[in-house]
């Protein structure tokens, strides 16, 4: 499902026009960025949390490519932020009820 597709799918269940939707939609995403970019985390009870997490650094080693065998170096990785999705308990039975 792409975007014009959930606009078009929540616009149908609050009865609002498409623009305002896409609005909301938009200013949702917005806001969930510039939060969880800040280090704060967004918690909305049974779909999920919002957050920010950071991945450990690792040192350079040597690796294998696996078409010719050879020995290769990789290199080291710094630690980063990345963003991160949670879904909530709610969300997982729902998902799991559809598929199981």
């Known amino acids: 499902m792409n975007r014009a597709e959930l606009v078009e799918r ?3 269940l609050t009865e609002q026009s498409k623009a305002a939707t896409d609005l909301a939609l938009w200013a949702f995403i917005e806001s969930v960025q510039e939060i969880v970019a800040d280090g704060d985390k967004v918690t909305l009870v049974g779909f999920g949390v919002f957050e920010s997490r950071t991945q ?3 040192p350079a080693r040597i690796g294998r ?3 010719t065998g050879e020995d290769i170096e990789v290199p080291a990785t710094p630690e980063t932020v990345l963003p991160r999705f949670r879904p909530g308990r709610k969300f997982k039975d729902q998902v799991r009820a559809k598929h199981g």
Do not use: L, T
């Open 56 to 58: 450990s650094a690792r």
């Open 65 to 67: 490519n696996p078409q």
């Open 10 to 12: 929540m616009s149908a």
